[in-house]
Protein backbone atom coordinates (compact mmCIF):
# COMPACT_ATOMS: atom_id res chain seq x y z
CA UNK A 1 0.00 0.00 0.00
CA UNK A 2 1.34 3.35 -1.30
CA UNK A 3 1.17 6.83 0.67
CA UNK A 4 0.42 9.53 -1.76
CA UNK A 5 3.86 11.92 -1.64
CA UNK A 6 4.55 14.76 0.63
CA UNK A 7 3.49 18.26 -0.70
CA UNK A 8 6.52 19.80 -2.42
CA UNK A 9 7.47 23.05 -0.27
CA UNK A 10 6.54 26.02 -1.56
CA UNK A 11 8.94 28.18 -3.93
CA UNK A 12 10.23 31.46 -2.49
CA UNK A 13 8.02 33.89 -4.43
CA UNK A 14 5.00 32.10 -3.27
CA UNK A 15 4.72 33.10 0.70
CA UNK A 16 0.99 34.24 -0.28
CA UNK A 17 0.13 31.36 -1.32
CA UNK A 18 2.16 29.07 1.41
CA UNK A 19 0.23 31.63 3.94
CA UNK A 20 -3.34 30.20 2.47
CA UNK A 21 -2.56 26.93 2.33
CA UNK A 22 0.82 25.87 4.31
CA UNK A 23 -0.12 24.63 7.61
CA UNK A 24 3.43 24.98 9.02
CA UNK A 25 3.86 27.99 7.56
CA UNK A 26 0.50 29.35 9.10
CA UNK A 27 2.39 28.26 12.92
CA UNK A 28 5.35 29.20 12.14
CA UNK A 29 3.73 32.87 11.49
CA UNK A 30 1.21 32.51 14.71
CA UNK A 31 4.27 31.97 16.87
CA UNK A 32 6.07 34.10 15.23
CA UNK A 33 3.71 37.24 16.00
CA UNK A 34 2.44 35.83 19.34
CA UNK A 35 5.67 35.32 20.50
CA UNK A 36 6.80 38.86 19.33
CA UNK A 37 3.86 40.86 20.69
CA UNK A 38 3.47 38.94 24.58
CA UNK A 39 7.16 39.83 25.85
CA UNK A 40 6.75 43.44 24.30
CA UNK A 41 3.72 43.92 26.10
CA UNK A 42 4.37 42.31 29.38
CA UNK A 43 8.18 43.96 28.89
CA UNK A 44 6.41 47.22 28.46
CA UNK A 45 4.20 46.18 31.71
CA UNK A 46 7.10 45.88 33.99
CA UNK A 47 7.12 49.80 33.97
CA UNK A 48 3.38 50.20 34.78
CA UNK A 49 2.06 46.96 36.73
CA UNK A 50 -0.73 47.40 35.00
CA UNK A 51 -1.74 43.94 34.62
CA UNK A 52 -0.19 42.70 38.05
CA UNK A 53 1.85 43.58 40.82
CA UNK A 54 5.20 41.91 38.86
CA UNK A 55 7.83 42.61 42.38
CA UNK A 56 5.40 40.05 43.86
CA UNK A 57 6.42 37.41 41.03
CA UNK A 58 10.08 37.66 42.35
CA UNK A 59 11.26 35.06 44.03
CA UNK A 60 12.55 36.27 47.54
CA UNK A 61 16.03 34.83 47.09
CA UNK A 62 15.97 36.12 44.10
CA UNK A 63 15.39 39.33 45.31
CA UNK A 64 18.08 39.32 47.73
CA UNK A 65 20.60 38.04 45.28
CA UNK A 66 19.90 40.99 42.41
CA UNK A 67 20.93 44.79 44.01
CA UNK A 68 18.17 47.12 44.51
CA UNK A 69 14.51 46.86 44.99
CA UNK A 70 12.33 44.01 43.59
CA UNK A 71 10.55 46.73 41.65
CA UNK A 72 14.02 47.84 39.91
CA UNK A 73 14.67 44.14 39.04
CA UNK A 74 11.50 44.16 37.45
CA UNK A 75 12.30 47.08 35.09
CA UNK A 76 15.68 45.16 33.89
CA UNK A 77 13.15 41.95 33.51
CA UNK A 78 10.66 44.21 31.14
CA UNK A 79 13.96 45.67 29.72
CA UNK A 80 14.69 41.68 28.51
CA UNK A 81 11.69 40.64 27.51
CA UNK A 82 11.16 43.47 25.12
CA UNK A 83 14.59 42.82 23.30
CA UNK A 84 13.62 39.07 23.68
CA UNK A 85 10.54 40.11 21.77
CA UNK A 86 12.07 41.68 19.07
CA UNK A 87 14.87 39.29 18.34
CA UNK A 88 11.50 36.82 17.69
CA UNK A 89 10.34 39.42 14.96
CA UNK A 90 13.91 40.17 13.48
CA UNK A 91 15.64 36.64 13.98
CA UNK A 92 13.23 34.01 14.90
CA UNK A 93 15.23 30.60 14.49
CA UNK A 94 17.64 32.37 17.52
CA UNK A 95 14.80 34.47 19.04
CA UNK A 96 12.95 31.32 19.98
CA UNK A 97 15.46 29.71 22.21
CA UNK A 98 16.28 32.95 23.66
CA UNK A 99 12.72 33.09 24.57
CA UNK A 100 12.48 29.25 25.81
CA UNK A 101 16.06 29.84 27.78
CA UNK A 102 14.00 33.16 29.58
CA UNK A 103 10.92 31.08 30.47
CA UNK A 104 12.96 28.53 31.92
CA UNK A 105 14.66 31.11 34.08
CA UNK A 106 10.94 32.30 35.14
CA UNK A 107 9.67 28.45 35.52
CA UNK A 108 12.83 28.15 38.13
CA UNK A 109 11.62 31.74 39.83
CA UNK A 110 8.21 30.57 40.01
CA UNK A 111 8.67 27.17 41.28
CA UNK A 112 10.46 28.52 44.43
CA UNK A 113 7.33 30.57 45.47
CA UNK A 114 4.75 28.66 46.92
CA UNK A 115 1.47 29.09 45.44
CA UNK A 116 3.09 30.26 42.05
CA UNK A 117 3.23 25.81 40.16
CA UNK A 118 0.15 26.86 38.25
CA UNK A 119 1.87 29.49 36.72
CA UNK A 120 4.83 27.66 36.34
CA UNK A 121 2.91 25.19 34.16
CA UNK A 122 1.56 27.39 32.09
CA UNK A 123 5.04 28.98 31.21
CA UNK A 124 6.21 25.54 30.57
CA UNK A 125 3.27 25.08 27.57
CA UNK A 126 4.24 28.64 26.69
CA UNK A 127 8.13 27.43 26.56
CA UNK A 128 7.29 24.27 24.69
CA UNK A 129 5.52 26.94 22.28
CA UNK A 130 8.73 28.66 21.80
CA UNK A 131 10.81 25.77 21.23
CA UNK A 132 8.27 24.95 18.48
CA UNK A 133 8.79 28.69 16.45
CA UNK A 134 12.40 28.09 17.12
CA UNK A 135 12.34 24.38 14.76
CA UNK A 136 9.82 25.95 12.20
CA UNK A 137 11.65 29.07 11.94
CA UNK A 138 14.75 26.45 10.63
CA UNK A 139 11.99 25.49 8.28
CA UNK A 140 10.76 28.67 6.97
CA UNK A 141 12.89 31.86 7.66
CA UNK A 142 15.71 33.16 6.20
CA UNK A 143 16.66 29.77 3.82
CA UNK A 144 14.67 31.09 0.66
CA UNK A 145 12.35 28.09 1.05
CA UNK A 146 8.97 29.37 2.47
Do not use: C
Not at 47 to 66: E, K, Q, R, S, T
Request: charged fraction near 10%.
Amino acid sequence: MSSAPAPAPATPGTSRQAIATDPGYQAFWILRVGFTVAPVLFGLDKFANLLVDWPGYLAPWIDDVVPGSAQAAMYAVGVIEIVAGLVVAVAPRFGGWLVAGWLAGIIVNLLTIPGHYDIALRDFGLLLGAVALARLAQRYHGTGRR
